[in-house]
């Protein structure tokens, strides 16, 4: 941890991630980057065995459990770093948590019926997304409350609780813009730590003079997740944990005197 900041790094073993689909298929190759990460300075690794980037293909439960279990496994057999695991689905939640992972991270805001259930009896923390892709603008302070309920009212206690305001998945650029300025609002209203999440998104190709590659969009990434973190973001979900760190260091070594 970078003081009171939390870095996830993220860990897609996917073939169609829309930074780094591919590159980590491989349980073994995925395992070193994690190590790599953590090295680096993270303190979660977010696994994702299914892309949400739009247009994503919707895999079966199967096929997504045959991608995260071994790697959950294995690094938890190397390594005390916390685990979170990037899914919807409370049946591939439930293997996961029995595999060692410590957070489920749910961009549906809890749509599986069964998944506040399953959290709340397991004891462990949820990221909790605020989604935005149903085709209708509804105001972030409704779907994050709703969300929230679901939550208390399953039992999840408030200390497992992390909100995620879902930039990227909104209607508009302008929105994401929104939702980051919004993290103080959150906060305020609801309590909860909160993880941003804008690592390499469509709002960071804005910045760049012409077109870029997701890849090529780390520093806009870091930009952003450094104005987040100056409004009160308590977590910071990123692919190049080695910059972000270093960045959050000597961002707070200056302002904090």
Not at 100 to 116: R, T, V, Y
Not at 173 to 179: A, H, N, P, S, V
Request: charged fraction near 25%.
């Amino acid at each position: 941890m970078t003081d009171s900041i939390s870095i996830y790094g993220i860990l897609n073993v996917t073939p169609d991630s829309f930074s780094d689909g591919g590159m980590f298929n491989d349980a073994d190759e995925a395992v070193r980057h994690a190590l790599q990460m953590i090295s680096d300075g993270a303190d979660v690794i977010d696994i994702g065995g299914m892309s949400t980037r739009p247009g994503f293909d919707n895999i079966s439960a199967e096929e997504e459990l045959s991608r995260v279990i071994p790697v959950i496994k294995k690094i938890r057999a190397v390594s005390s770093c916390r685990i979170s695991l990037d899914t919807f689905r409370a049946g591939v939640a439930a293997r996961a948590i029995e595999a060692g992972a410590d957070i489920i991270n749910d961009i549906s805001g809890l749509s599986d019926p069964d998944m506040a259930p399953l959290i709340a009896s397991a004891g462990v923390e949820a990221v909790l997304m605020r989604n935005g892709l149903d085709g209708a603008h509804v105001p972030w302070e409704e779907t994050i409350g709703q969300t929230v309920d679901r939550a208390k009212a399953c039992g999840i206690s408030d200390d497992k609780i992390i909100l995620d305001p879902g930039v990227g998945f909104t209607d508009s650029r302008e929105t994401d813009i929104e939702l980051i300025r919004a993290i103080p609002a959150i906060k305020q209203r609801w309590g909860y730590p909160v993880l941003l999440g804008v690592s390499r998104k469509r709002i960071t190709s804005v910045f760049y003079n012409g077109d870029s590659l997701p890849k090529e969009r780390d520093g806009a990434s870091v930009a952003l997740a450094l104005y987040g973190m100056s409004i009160g973001a308590d977590a910071l979900r990123v692919h190049n944990v080695k910059q972000t760190y270093a960045a959050v260091r000597a961002f707070k070594h200056m302002t904090d005197g």
